[in-house]
């Protein structure tokens, strides 16, 4: 049982460049949604999918785009990526029930010089 | 608005010390849910627990123990002997409604996170 799984791993990207983050959760979750850490901030929302179908910003949505494919994939572009975006993405998905806890892929490590 | 504070940025203990890490929230909602993540040094987040606000139950899982408490808005997380695999960043959450209804939770508030480092 696979979980959360984003690709890539490692990305470096050079300003003005862009690129997609890929997410697919094989555990049936209705939600999903995207976070980035930075060091000494935590994690932070960027986009959400409460459900299939929807999507919603989170509280740093600038920069970026979403993508709910279906109930498995999440996706998260960058269009014209900047080095304030350097930092580490994470999936995460969870069930409707209200007391599940959020399930997180391992992460992807995006550089932008 | 919402908000999750972990005032300890680093903590550093020698093997077999107990620790306390401590997490201070605000939200003006009446259920909510408390979350304590691990983050080892190979970055996965690991889920460790759940508190929602009608249970102030302490709850204790082998060397791990939480204190919830919401007199003071506090949620914090005690170490009992601890050992050096304890070493990582652990982090506080806070789940609330994603919808008026308060029919779906899923966006979790994270706290800066404790950075805790276990000597041997």
């Known amino acids: 049982n696979a979980g959360v799984t984003q690709t890539p791993k490692f990305q470096v990207l050079k300003t003005g460049q862009s690129m997609t983050l890929q997410c697919a959760q094989d555990?049936?979750?209705?939600?999903m949604y995207w976070y980035r850490q930075d060091p000494g901030m935590g994690l932070r929302l960027i986009y959400y999918?409460?459900?299939?179908?929807?999507?919603d910003k989170g509280e740093v949505p600038n920069g970026y785009n979403v993508s709910r494919l279906n109930k498995r994939e999440f996706s998260l572009r960058l269009e014209s990526a900047a080095p304030s975006q350097t930092s580490v993405y994470f999936c995460?998905?969870?069930?409707?029930?209200?007391?599940?806890?959020?399930?997180f892929g391992n992460g992807t490590r995006l550089t932008v010089t | 608005a919402q908000k999750v504070t972990q005032a300890q940025t680093e903590i550093s203990v020698v093997e077999k010390e107990d620790v306390t890490l401590d997490c201070v929230y605000e939200?003006?909602?009446?259920?909510?849910?408390l979350f304590w993540y691990k983050q080892p040094p190979s970055g996965e987040l690991v889920f460790l627990i759940r508190?929602?606000?009608?249970?102030?139950q302490n709850e204790i899982s082998g060397r791990y123990s939480w204190n919830f408490q919401k007199s003071t808005s506090s949620f914090n997380f005690t170490i009992t002997a601890s050992q050096v695999v304890d070493s990582a960043v652990y982090f506080c959450?806070?789940?609330?409604?994603?919808?008026?209804?308060?029919?779906?939770?899923?966006?979790?508030?994270f706290g800066q996170g404790t950075i805790l480092t276990v000597h041997p």
């Open positions: 959450a806070l789940s609330e409604p994603l919808n008026a209804g308060g029919t779906s939770y899923g966006k979790l508030t």
């Open positions: 508190r929602n606000s009608f249970d102030e």
């Open positions: 999918s409460a459900s299939e179908g929807t999507t």
């Open positions: 939200t003006r909602d009446t259920t909510y849910y």
């Open positions: 995460a998905s969870k069930d409707r029930n209200r007391n599940s806890p959020l399930h």
């Open positions: 555990m049936n979750h209705n939600s």
